[in-house]
């Protein structure tokens, strides 16, 4: 497949889908690259800052990010009130920053992005395949469980539920979307009913007739204009 033009895949996934794990496997099996947190030091990088400058506003929306400001805003009694840090840079910014990079890497290199909105920072990119991979609510509180050695079902629950609302509000306050849209993406999966192997079978053997087409000299159509 070295021969043939680079060709991106994005995940986008529900926390404890499995997604990040089908992207990694994916990667691998290809030979692809796999990016999700080079992604942020690339663009520190561009930014002329340092990585965790940034990790407070990666993949979070600006309502989030100021409420987090304004949890450290006040410090302990003992302390007295606390200055929050400098902002190195706005939210949009950020992704702005990232969406380049992420095209970048995409006309250089066959890749698997993982999340940061890759489906649509590369949307006008017609050699880009765009996944999403859910699960149902209790499929998922047992892998959070089993990942994170929790014991209580609550906690992951709280964990999902509040990842859930950050991916959600990051992806509307940056793209105008909605995150769990099927129309976002050419192809999703429920790993409660197909297993995450099969997911990465069934994927290798899309991205190869993909990266068929695109050596015939023929575009993969973009989801643009599925978009607002």
Same mark, same amino acid.
């Given at each position: 497949?070295?021969?043939?033009?680079?060709?991106?895949?994005? #995940?986008?996934?529900?926390?404890?889908?499995?997604?990040?794990?089908?992207?990694?496997?994916?990667?691998?099996? +290809?030979?692809?690259?796999?990016?999700?947190?080079?992604?942020?030091?690339?663009?520190?990088?561009?930014?002329?800052?340092?990585?965790?400058?940034?990790?407070?506003?990666?993949?979070?929306?600006?309502? /989030?990010?100021?409420? /987090?400001?304004?949890?450290?805003?006040?410090?302990?009694?003992?302390?007295?009130?606390?200055?929050?840090?400098?902002?190195?840079?706005?939210?949009?910014?950020?992704?702005?920053?990232?969406?380049?990079?992420?095209?970048? /890497?995409? #006309?250089?290199?066959?890749?698997? /992005?993982?999340?940061?909105?890759?489906?649509?920072?590369?949307?006008?990119?017609?050699? &880009?395949?765009?996944?999403?991979?859910?699960?149902?609510?209790?499929?998922?509180?047992?892998?959070?469980?089993?990942?994170?050695?929790?014991?209580?079902?609550?906690?992951?629950?709280?964990?999902?539920?509040?990842?859930? @609302?950050? @991916?959600?509000?990051?992806?509307?306050?940056?793209?105008?979307? @909605?995150?769990?849209?099927?129309?976002?993406?050419?192809?999703?999966?429920? &790993?409660?009913?197909?297993? +995450?192997?099969?997911?990465?079978?069934?994927?290798?053997?899309?991205?190869?007739?993909?990266?068929? @087409?695109?050596?015939?000299?023929?575009? #993969?159509?973009?989801?643009?204009?599925?978009?607002?």
């Amino acid at each position: 497949m070295e021969n043939r033009p680079p060709m991106t895949v994005t #995940v986008s996934r529900q926390m404890g889908s499995g997604g990040t794990y089908i992207g990694y496997l994916l990667a691998r099996e +290809l030979g692809f690259r796999y990016l999700d947190r080079e992604i942020l030091k690339e663009a520190a990088r561009h930014l002329g800052t340092g990585v965790s400058w940034l990790e407070p506003y990666d993949e979070k929306s600006p309502g /989030i990010v100021e409420n /987090i400001i304004r949890a450290f805003s006040f410090g302990t009694p003992e302390m007295g009130p606390a200055m929050p840090p400098p902002l190195p840079v706005y939210e949009k910014d950020l992704f702005a920053t990232e969406c380049k990079v992420m095209n970048e /890497i995409a #006309v250089k290199h066959s890749a698997v /992005i993982v999340g940061r909105g890759g489906f649509w920072a590369l949307r006008d990119r017609p050699g &880009t395949l765009n996944v999403y991979v859910h699960a149902p609510q209790e499929m998922r509180i047992q892998r959070i469980q089993r990942v994170w050695k929790i014991s209580g079902s609550d906690r992951a629950r709280e964990m999902i539920k509040e990842s859930d @609302r950050r @991916r959600a509000a990051f992806v509307r306050d940056m793209t105008g979307l @909605r995150w769990s849209d099927a129309r976002n993406y050419h192809i999703t999966f429920d &790993t409660g009913l197909i297993d +995450l192997s099969s997911c990465v079978s069934a994927l290798v053997r899309i991205v190869d007739k993909v990266t068929q @087409r695109l050596d015939s000299g023929n575009d #993969v159509p973009s989801l643009a204009d599925n978009l607002p």
